[in-house]
Structure formats: structure tokens, C-alpha cells
């Protein structure tokens, strides 16, 4: 391939954008990156699928190669970030941004600060990202000394419990032979309140296989008490991994199994894993017997019936315990499981054609009637009652997948049987539900029967059933091409059934079979312009660019589609191949100007405007046309489209910026505001009226999005500017908006944190704050950032006593827990304020402080004596019933 092509590069530019075939559009990014790096349109189109493309793949394409390919170019990183902070709908984006982040800049010390900045920046959006930014710090930065403290904080203060699981999940990871973290987590599993995060823990931390005598205690209690049956069955299958041997195990598993007040998949695992791991005890299989007959869960009976099957095949008993269930087991699942055991192990007997009879004709499940038809026609068929049993199914079935399948038994096993032949003609010209079947059996089996055309050309002309006159159509078309009635009976067929997707079917074949009959193509032309049904006229337009696309009328014909057609998408895929096959005729473009501007559905102004900016670039209509798009008002998403072009495409051309601007200030929409804001930063970062106009909307923008995304930028483009570091200082004491002062805190204490005032306004908001959430977010950044000074331990001392929301409380006994329990006296403050913190329950998803307290106590002196008398005094006299249970279930593990 020739990289000075002109016409090559503009059919890669128009793949890469708008092919609809993912491969062929990630082979065009692939040859424009690589091929045409140092052409001014690769960088701007490479950019604009990262930000729009359709494709996922071809996204996160698209970011490999702005890494990879311009490692040097400095506004490649802000791109990134500006991409991460402006995509929140698209996770996989921002999973795929934050790996090349991390790959490409990890010693750059701002990358862990951005990491920290999209962990803590908003605890009250998607935890996608949050979630993969924990994931990379973890796994990238696992050695540095903060990693570990910071992912401990995550999981027991982040009000998010998606967020809590994944820190606990990375600490089981990294962290697991660290004696401390290990029974750190286990005090995790048994406080915290979402199930998520005990299941996580119980899943992680029993992988390395440890096994003693604490951890083992422990997995028996989860599998007994933990309310939720995902972590009690989790525990189950542990611990008999893990204490196959222990006496106490198989002891628990039985009672777990038979025991009614059990939650049914508790039961499950426990049946499954003595079936597993303790075959030759004789009271298992017993119990499992009378669990299949008797037990009132139908879950627990199928697990039985599963485990018999598998593991006791050969026992006479489970023979008639499976002919009963088979067909008097009130549950589907039940029932095919015994079935299917009788027919792989019992195909012969007697009893078991029997059975099979029985449920074809009475078995309420289609599916069950189903499995026992196809067994019959397959295993026996040298029973001559089985064949007059079949035919007695096709024609008169209980429901209509049992007689379709009864004919195609037939055809299959006795095809040869004269009376087969005539019971299909006959039920092929009946009104019987399974003539579709018998049509289509006829057709491939007895092609050479004289009547089996008559009979198709009647179904295709006249049945009622549109799936009897389809597979007609189809079957003419294959099998008799060269009769003279085939091609009029398809052609009919396209222009008038009542049904697309006979006429779909009749388009296909016409072109497969008479492809160059000009007849054929003017038929799909007419269908293409004037059918009724858009999937057919959608489906004609297809067959006419694929088969006749060097015709001149295909050409006419698409204008004529992309210009009156009534469903906007066929305007779209019309105009799509257009601007592919008629770039050199004026007429073509003439047209798509017009559709850009004139046509009533947005959708198609913005498609017909994207094939402007990528094939007609050089055009100057274009340009105007996409500036009138991008001033429109309409606060569309084809505005928004418009000002990535302008943007991207034309970011030379003086009045860019102008617009750009005029948008951040002005625009009614948020979304449009918060758009132009980033194009300036990621193009404009150097324009002194970027960095003026974006602090201008921090302050002055009437809504809290754009205001909370205008700080994004300030934070990341211009952290080193001495007006970024007073306005945030200022937004995070003085703003009357929380979510902001909330933003301005999490920004100073990530990106100034070695700024001394910073230190001082932390404590400031976590002290003085009017809102418990900001405050609750200075007290986690002050126990990050400032653990050595003994102000802040003072301060969370002071606030863990008096401050007057719990949550903040809560918050600061936390981070004592985590960062000062060696100072001397916490032990004494905790159990002081185990007994003795005011909170009061008003809802059940309320965190009690005093329960932390007692976390902090039982994880960091366990061996205390005192830790014993206080969880007694709180399971007797607590006013909280929640703190209650907690110190019951405790002290039970306690022993």
C-alpha cells in the first residue's frame, strides 16, 4: 500500500469512522496509526473515536495507539485524564485509559495522585471507576508504604459497599501472608454490613489453602451464622476444601443439609460437597435419598437427585427413586434430571420406554415432552409400537413442538416406511400446527417425489402460516430453480406477502438464484423505494449495494432512500453508503449538505455531518456547515457531536476557540458547557482565557455539574498556577455548596498536600464544617496525609468523642483504629466509647460508632481480658439490638 495515497487515506479515514464491521474498522485505525502517524488528520481522528466511536474495541484501540504512538506528546496525558473525569457512562473506557496510565506514566508522581483524586473525588457516583483506579494503585504501587493504609481506609469508610468489596479483595491478593491483614480481614467478614464484601473476603482469603485451627473455627462460624446464603455457602465449600479431615466438618455439612430453617443453597453445598469429599459414608447416601423423595424444596431435591446421578449411579435404590420422580416430581428441573438419568443409564429397559410414552403425552413441560420424544425416535426405533406411537404424536400433538418433532423422528428413523410419506403429505395440506414441519421434511427428503412441488408452490402462494410460505419460498428457490413457475412465485412473494420476512426471504433467493435477470433487480429496487415494512426496505437496500453495486440506477436509487425514506436509520445506512461509493460525484454531496442542515431527525443531520468532516474535510461548506450545527441552541446530542468536530478537525481554524468559549460561558445546556470546557482544555490549555473561563464557571455557573467538572480540569491541567491552589482553599471553607467544598477538599488534600495551609484548612472543615459529609472527608484525608503529627491525633480523638453526626464519629474511630492504636490510652478510649457513644438507631442501614469500637478492640486485643467483660455488657445492655447480636455472635467465636 502506497502511505501517499491520497484516495487510500480517505477510505481509511471513512472505515476507521464509519464501517460498520468492527474488524475492518480496527484494521483501519491500525494502518492510519501506524502507516500515516505523521499526518496531521491521524492524531485529531484517533482522538475524536477515543472520545465517539461506536465500538468499544475500537476505542480502547484507538487509546493504545495515542499512547504507544505518541508517548512524547505532551497533550497526550491531559487527553487521558480529561477522557477518565468526562466518560462516566463508559467504565470500559476508563478501565482501559487508567491501564495505559499506569503503563505508560507510572513514575510520574501525578499518577497516583489522579488515581487517588478519582477514588475519593465523588464517594456518591458509579464506583466503575473507582473500582479500576483502586485495582491499578493496588496492583502497581503495592511495595509503597501508603498503599496498604489507603486500601484499609477504602474498606471500612467508603459508603460505597461495591468499592469496600474490591479494597478488600486487593488486600486478600497482596496482602494475604501479612499475619495482621489476614486476621484484619477476618474482623472485616464478620462486621461488615454488606454481603458483598464478606463473601469477597471469604472467597480470597482461603485460596493459598491455609489451614489451621483459628481459620478453620472461623469458616465453621461464617457457615453457620453468616445471614446471607452466598457467604455461608462460599464457607461451606472452604471449609470442606480446607477440612476434609476435621471430624466437627462433615458433622456441621449433615446438619447444614437436612436442616429445614437453612437458607436451600446452604443446603446445596453442603449436600454437594458430602457427596463429593465423603462418598463412603453409608448415612450420607441415605440422607440424600430421602432429601430427592421427601424434602419440601424443590432446589434441595434436584441437588440430591444430581448428586445420586453422579456419584451412587449403580445403587438399586436410585433406579426407582428416579422412575418415580420422572413423572410424579412436582418440579421441572426434578424431573428432567431423573429422566435424564434413566436414559443414560437404563436406555433399554423396559420401564424405561414406558416412562419416556408417559411423559410425551402427559408431562405438563413442552421441554420434558421434547427430551422424551427425541429419545424414542433415536433408541428405538426397531419397536414397532414406538412408530405408531410417533405418528399418533404428529397428528395430534399436545402442543406443537412435540409434533414438529415427531416428523422429523419420523423422516429420521423410518423414512423408508411407505405410510410415513403419505402422513406427511397429508399433514402438510391440513391446518395442523406441524405442516411446517411436514413441508419442510417433504422438501429435503422426498425432493423427488412428484407431489412434493405441488405442495410447496401451494404453501408458498397461499398458506396462512408465514413460516409454512417461507420455508416454501426457500425450498423452491434451492431445489427447483428451473422450473418455470419458481421465479414468479418469488417475485410475488417479495412484492406482495403480507409477512417481511417472507419477503426478505424471497429478495435473498431471487439474488442468489437469478442475480444478473434484470427482472430480479428491478424487483429489489421496487421493494427498496416503496415496500411497506422498514426491515424490508432495509434489507432490499443491502441486497442492492452488495449484489448490484456497480449498477448506475444504485446509485439513484440510495439518494432516493436518503432523502425521502420515512425511518431515519434507513436515511442513515443510506447516506453511510453514499458517501462510500459516490465520493467524486457532486450530486452526492450536494445531497448530504442538505441532509445535514434540512433533515427532521438529528440522528441523521449527525451521521450525514460525521461523512462530511471525514471525506469532505477539504470542502468549505463543510466547515460552515458544522459551525451553524455547533451554534444551533439545541443542546442535542448533534450539537454535541458538532463541537467534537469543530474541536478535533479544525483546531487551527481561528474561529474554533471563539465558539469554544462562547459555548462554556453561555450554553443553556450542562452537558454542552461542561463539553466545550474540556476541548478547551485538551486544545487551548495555553490560551490565557481557557484557565479564566474555566475558573469563571467554578464560580459563577448556576449547576453543580458543570461547576464540580470545571474544577476536574482546574485540578488536573492547572495544578501548578497559584490561583488554582487560593481558589480551591477558598471553595473548601467558604462555598455554599457541600458536593463542592467536598471536591475542593479531596483536591487539596490529593494535589497540595505538602502546601502548609492545606494541613490547616483539613483540620479547619473536619472540625467546623456545617455538612458531616465534608467533614467526614477531611477526617479520612487528615489520617492520610498527615499520620505523623500529633495534632490529627488529637483532633480524631476529638471528634470521635464529640462530634455530633455519627457518621463522623464513626469515621475518626475508624482511622484511629487503623493509624494510632499503639498510642498509649486507645485501648482505655475505645472501650470507653464502646459503652458510652450517644447513638441512637433511627434506620436499619444506620452504622453504629460504638460498634467500631468494639471492631478496633476485638481486632487489636483480642487477648485482653477486658475486651471479654465489655462484649458481655453490650450483648446484655445495649439499647442498640444490631450492637447486641454483634457481641452474641462474637463472643460465641470467642468460645
Known amino acids: 500500500m502506497l502511505t501517499n495515497d491520497s484516495n487510500t487515506l480517505l477510505s481509511l479515514k471513512h472505515k476507521a469512522v464509519f464501517d460498520e464491521d468492527p474488524d475492518l474498522q480496527l484494521a483501519a485505525v491500525e494502518q492510519l496509526a501506524i502507516q500515516w502517524k505523521n499526518h496531521p488528520d491521524t492524531v485529531p481522528i484517533l482522538k475524536q473515536l477515543a472520545i465517539s466511536g461506536q465500538c468499544p474495541n475500537v476505542r480502547k484501540v484507538a487509546i493504545e495507539h495515542l499512547v504507544q504512538g505518541w508517548p512524547n506528546d505532551p497533550n497526550i496525558l491531559p487527553f487521558l485524564k480529561q477522557l477518565v473525569v468526562s466518560n462516566n457512562e463508559y467504565w470500559w473506557l476508563q478501565e482501559a485509559i487508567l491501564t495505559q496510565l499506569t503503563t505508560g506514566w507510572h513514575d510520574d508522581p501525578n499518577t497516583i495522585a489522579f488515581l487517588k483524586q478519582l477514588i475519593l473525588a465523588d464517594q456518591y457516583r458509579s464506583s466503575n471507576v473507582r473500582s479500576v483506579a483502586l485495582k491499578q494503585l493496588a496492583r502497581n504501587w503495592q511495595n509503597k508504604p501508603d498503599t496498604l493504609p489507603f486500601l484499609k481506609q477504602r474498606a471500612i469508610s467508603d459508603i460505597d459497599e461495591t468499592l469496600r468489596e474490591t479494597a478488600v479483595e486487593l488486600l486478600a491478593e497482596g496482602w494475604q501472608k501479612d499475619p495482621f491483614t489476614f486476621a484484619w480481614l477476618k474482623q472485616r467478614a464478620e462486621s461488615d454490613r454488606h454481603w458483598g464484601v464478606r463473601l469477597a473476603i471469604v472467597e480470597k482469603l482461603n485460596q493459598d489453602g491455609r489451614y489451621d485451627a483459628e481459620n478453620i473455627a472461623w469458616l465453621k462460624q461464617m457457615a453457620i451464622s453468616d445471614p446471607n446464603s452466598h457467604v455461608a455457602s462460599e464457607a461451606v465449600s472452604q471449609l470442606a476444601r480446607l477440612a476434609k479431615d476435621d471430624t466437627d466438618t462433615v458433622t456441621i455439612l449433615k446438619q447444614l443439609a437436612v436442616s429445614a430453617q437453612v437458607a436451600e443453597e446452604v443446603?446445596?453445598?453442603?449436600?454437594?460437597?458430602?457427596?463429593?469429599?465423603?462418598?463412603?459414608?453409608?448415612?450420607?447416601?441415605?440422607?440424600?435419598?430421602?432429601?430427592?423423595?421427601?424434602?419440601?424444596?424443590?432446589?434441595?431435591?434436584?441437588?440430591?437427585?444430581?448428586?445420586?446421578?453422579?456419584?451412587?449411579?449403580?445403587?438399586?435404590?436410585?433406579?426407582?427413586?428416579?422412575?418415580?420422580l420422572a413423572v410424579s416430581d412436582a418440579v421441572f428441573s426434578v424431573r428432567k434430571a431423573a429422566l435424564g438419568y434413566l436414559i443414560e443409564n437404563w436406555q433399554h429397559d423396559s420401564d424405561t420406554v414406558a416412562i419416556l410414552k408417559q411423559v410425551v403425552q402427559y408431562d405438563e413441560s413442552w421441554q420434558m415432552r421434547e427430551l422424551a420424544l427425541v429419545q424414542l425416535g433415536a433408541f428405538w426405533q426397531q419397536d414397532p409400537d414406538v412408530l405408531t406411537f410417533l405418528k399418533q404424536q404428529a397428528e395430534s400433538p399436545e402442543c406443537w413442538v412435540v409434533g414438529e418433532l415427531a416428523v422429523a423422528q419420523l423422516t429420521v428413523g423410518w423414512k423408508d416406511d411407505p405410510t410415513v410419506l403419505a402422513l406427511l403429505k397429508k399433514l402438510a395440506m391440513s391446518n395442523s400446527d406441524v405442516r411446517v414441519a411436514a413441508i419442510r421434511e417433504l422438501s429435503i427428503a422426498w425432493k423427488d417425489n412428484p407431489d412434493t412441488i405441488a405442495i410447496l408452490k401451494k404453501a408458498a402462494l397461499s398458506d396462512d402460516s408465514w413460516h409454512a410460505r417461507k420455508i416454501a419460498v426457500e425450498q423452491l428457490a434451492t431445489g427447483w430453480h428451473d422450473d418455470p413457475d419458481t421465479?414468479?412465485?418469488?417475485?410475488?412473494?417479495?412484492?406482495?406477502?403480507?409477512?417481511?420476512?417472507?419477503?426478505?426471504?424471497?429478495m435473498e433467493m431471487l439474488v442468489t438464484g437469478w442475480k444478473d435477470d434484470q427482472e430480479a433487480m428491478a424487483t429489489i429496487k421496487e421493494v427498496a423505494v416503496s415496500d411497506n415494512f422498514s426491515e424490508v426496505r432495509r434489507a432490499a437496500m443491502e441486497v442492492l449495494?452488495?449484489?448490484?453495486?456497480?449498477?448506475?440506477?444504485?446509485?439513484?436509487?440510495?439518494?432516493?432512500?436518503?432523502?425521502?425514506?420515512?425511518?431515519?436509520?434507513?436515511?442513515?445506512?443510506?447516506?453511510?453508503?453514499?458517501?462510500?461509493?459516490?465520493?467524486?460525484?457532486?450530486?452526492?454531496?450536494?445531497?448530504?449538505?442538505?441532509?445535514?442542515?434540512?433533515?427532521?431527525?438529528?440522528?441523521?443531520?449527525?451521521?450525514?455531518?460525521?461523512?462530511?468532516?471525514?471525506?469532505?474535510k477539504d470542502d468549505p461548506d463543510t466547515l460552515n456547515i458544522i459551525k451553524e450545527l455547533v451554534m444551533s441552541g439545541k443542546c442535542s446530542e448533534l450539537q454535541q457531536s458538532a463541537v467534537v468536530q469543530l474541536a478535533t478537525d479544525w483546531q487551527d481554524e481561528p474561529d474554533t476557540i471563539s465558539a469554544l468559549k462562547k459555548l462554556a460561558v453561555s450554553a443553556q445546556c450542562p452537558d454542552l458547557q461542561q463539553l466545550a470546557m474540556q476541548q478547551l482544555a485538551l486544545g487551548w490549555?495555553?490560551?490565557?482565557?481557557?484557565?479564566?473561563?474555566?475558573?469563571?464557571?467554578?464560580?459563577?455557573?448556576?449547576?453543580?455539574?458543570?461547576?464540580?467538572?470545571?474544577?476536574?480540569?482546574?485540578?488536573?491541567?492547572?495544578?501548578?498556577?497559584?490561583?488554582?491552589?487560593?481558589?480551591?482553599?477558598?471553595?473548601?471553607?467558604?462555598?455554599?455548596?457541600?458536593?463542592?467544598?467536598?471536591?475542593?477538599?479531596?483536591?487539596?488534600?490529593?494535589?497540595?498536600?505538602?502546601?502548609?495551609?492545606?494541613?490547616?484548612?483539613?483540620?479547619?472543615?473536619?472540625?467546623?464544617?456545617?455538612s458531616f459529609y465534608v467533614r467526614q472527608t477531611a477526617v479520612e484525608l487528615l489520617a492520610l496525609v498527615e499520620k505523623n503529627?500529633?495534632?490529627?491525633?488529637?483532633?480524631?480523638?476529638?471528634?470521635?468523642?464529640?462530634?455530633?453526626?455519627?457518621?463522623?464519629?464513626?469515621?475518626?474511630?475508624?482511622?484511629?483504629?487503623?493509624?494510632?492504636?499503639?498510642?498509649?490510652?486507645?485501648?482505655?478510649?475505645?472501650?470507653?466509647?464502646?459503652?458510652?457513644?450517644?447513638?441512637?438507631?433511627?434506620?436499619?442501614?444506620?452504622?453504629?460508632?460504638?460498634?467500631?469500637?468494639?471492631?478496633?478492640?476485638?481486632?487489636?486485643?483480642?487477648?485482653?481480658?477486658?475486651?471479654?467483660?465489655?462484649?458481655?455488657?453490650?450483648?446484655?445492655?445495649?439499647?442498640?439490638d444490631q450492637i447486641k447480636v454483634f457481641a452474641m455472635k462474637t463472643l460465641i467465636q470467642f468460645g
Request: net charge negative; aromatic share 6%.
Open 789 to 880: 503529627h500529633p495534632h490529627t491525633f488529637v483532633i480524631l480523638k476529638q471528634l470521635a468523642q464529640f462530634d455530633r453526626n455519627a457518621y463522623v464519629r464513626r469515621s475518626a474511630i475508624q482511622q484511629l483504629a487503623l493509624g494510632w492504636y499503639n498510642e498509649p490510652g486507645m485501648f482505655e478510649f475505645f472501650c470507653d466509647r464502646a459503652c458510652s457513644d450517644p447513638f441512637v438507631r433511627q434506620e436499619d442501614w444506620e452504622d453504629n460508632p460504638r460498634q467500631a469500637c468494639l471492631e478496633a478492640i476485638i481486632e487489636q486485643h483480642r487477648e485482653n481480658d477486658l475486651v471479654l467483660q465489655i462484649l458481655r455488657d453490650r450483648a446484655e445492655n445495649d439499647l442498640d
Open 545 to 616: 449495494t452488495k449484489t448490484y453495486k456497480n449498477d448506475p440506477d444504485t446509485l439513484a436509487t440510495l439518494q432516493q432512500i436518503a432523502a425521502t425514506d420515512q425511518c431515519s436509520d434507513i436515511r442513515v445506512a443510506a447516506i453511510s453508503k453514499l458517501a462510500n461509493d459516490g465520493k467524486d460525484d457532486p450530486k452526492i454531496l450536494a445531497l448530504l449538505k442538505q441532509q445535514a442542515i434540512d433533515d427532521p431527525c438529528s440522528s441523521v443531520q449527525r451521521a450525514t455531518m460525521e461523512q462530511l468532516a471525514t471525506d469532505w
Open 267 to 324: 443446603r446445596q453445598a453442603a449436600m454437594s460437597q458430602l457427596a463429593e469429599n465423603w462418598q463412603h459414608d453409608p448415612e450420607i447416601l441415605s440422607t440424600l435419598k430421602q432429601l430427592a423423595v421427601f424434602d419440601q424444596c424443590s432446589h434441595v431435591r434436584l441437588a440430591a437427585v444430581e448428586n445420586l446421578a453422579q456419584d451412587w449411579r449403580e445403587d438399586s435404590d436410585i433406579v426407582a427413586i428416579m422412575k418415580r
Open 487 to 506: 421465479f414468479a412465485i418469488l417475485k410475488k412473494a417479495a412484492l406482495s406477502d403480507e409477512q417481511h420476512d417472507v419477503k426478505i426471504a424471497a
Open 685 to 770: 490549555k495555553d490560551d490565557p482565557d481557557t484557565f479564566t473561563i474555566i475558573k469563571q464557571r467554578i464560580e459563577s455557573a448556576d449547576e453543580l455539574e458543570v461547576r464540580q467538572a470545571a474544577m476536574q480540569q482546574l485540578a488536573i491541567g492547572w495544578k501548578d498556577d497559584p490561583n488554582t491552589l487560593r481558589l480551591f482553599k477558598r471553595l473548601a471553607i467558604s462555598d455554599e455548596d457541600v458536593c463542592v467544598r467536598q471536591t475542593a477538599v479531596v483536591e487539596l488534600g490529593i494535589c497540595w498536600q505538602n502546601d502548609p495551609q492545606t494541613i490547616e484548612i483539613l483540620k479547619q472543615v473536619a472540625i467546623n464544617d456545617d
